[in-house]
């Protein structure tokens, strides 16, 4: 299994610009997420999705917008990019049944530059 | 230009010795608290996690108390090798919708 991959790697956008960051996951998760972490800090919740179709917004939302149309893949869309935004995007991914808490695996990471 | 250093808490250490990470945590209903490891340029990977009814766990080389009282989590590294060396981050889970709330970091470094 690949488990969690992202792509691009690495972007430079420049202010006002839209892109889309790509996640995919092959170990058949139902649920999905997207963080940020700006230097020195933990991770924040941007989206998450609980199964194909369902998305809901994390702690900081704003500026961007997912959807999850198939198991595998939550795509994470930035659609007037700021410098705001300039970041380290990850996404991940996890198991859930019966209420019971499974570990959350996690792609490389996409490095991102608004400027 | 600026610098865009990390302006982490950081724990040196000596190869070999044992290491003690800290962590508050803010919310006392969490049901699931995490360890992860990030080295450089990488996503953050589990180290262990503990439920909110434990108040110890032991893994490999690894060991985590929690403290419900003061809302306290420690990770406890044996016998710290340099590749340990890397940031530690404690995580809070709810088993709702398995949101992780991160703390901030720790970076840990190792001498040879």
């Known amino acids: 299994n690949a488990g969690v991959t992202q792509t691009p790697k690495f972007r430079i956008l420049k202010i006002g610009q839209s892109m889309t960051l790509q996640c995919t996951q092959d170990?058949?998760?139902?649920?999905m997420y997207w963080y940020r972490q700006d230097p020195g800090m933990g991770l924040k919740l941007i989206y998450y999705?609980?199964?194909?179709?369902?998305?809901d917004k994390g702690e900081v939302p704003n500026g961007y917008n997912v959807s999850r149309s198939t198991t595998e893949d939550f795509p994470l869309r930035l659609e007037l990019a700021a410098p705001s935004q300039t970041s380290v995007y990850f996404c991940?991914?996890?198991?859930?049944?019966?209420?019971?808490?499974?570990?959350?695996?996690f792609g490389p990471g996409t490095r991102l530059t608004v400027t | 230009g600026e610098s865009v250093g990390l302006h982490l808490p950081t724990l040196s250490v000596q190869e070999g010795d044992n290491s003690i990470i800290n962590c508050a945590y803010s919310?006392?209903?969490?049901?699931?608290f995490i360890w992860y490891k990030q080295e450089s340029g990488k996503g953050p990977q589990f180290i262990i996690d503990?439920?909110?009814?434990?108040d110890k766990r032991q893994g490999q080389r690894v060991t985590v108390l929690l403290n419900k009282t003061v809302k306290h989590l420690s990770l406890q590294i044996a016998a710290t090798q340099p590749g340990d060396s890397a940031v530690y981050f404690c995580?809070?889970?709810?088993?709702?919708?398995?949101?992780?709330?991160f703390g901030t970091g720790t970076r840990l470094l190792v001498s040879p």
């Open positions: 503990i439920r909110s009814n434990m």
């Open positions: 995580a809070e889970q709810d088993t709702g919708f398995q949101k992780l709330v």
């Open positions: 991940a991914s996890s198991h859930q049944a019966g209420g019971a808490v499974y570990e959350q695996y």
């Open positions: 919310n006392s209903a969490s049901d699931y």
């Open positions: 170990m058949n998760h139902n649920y």
């Open positions: 999705s609980v199964g194909a179709g369902i998305t």
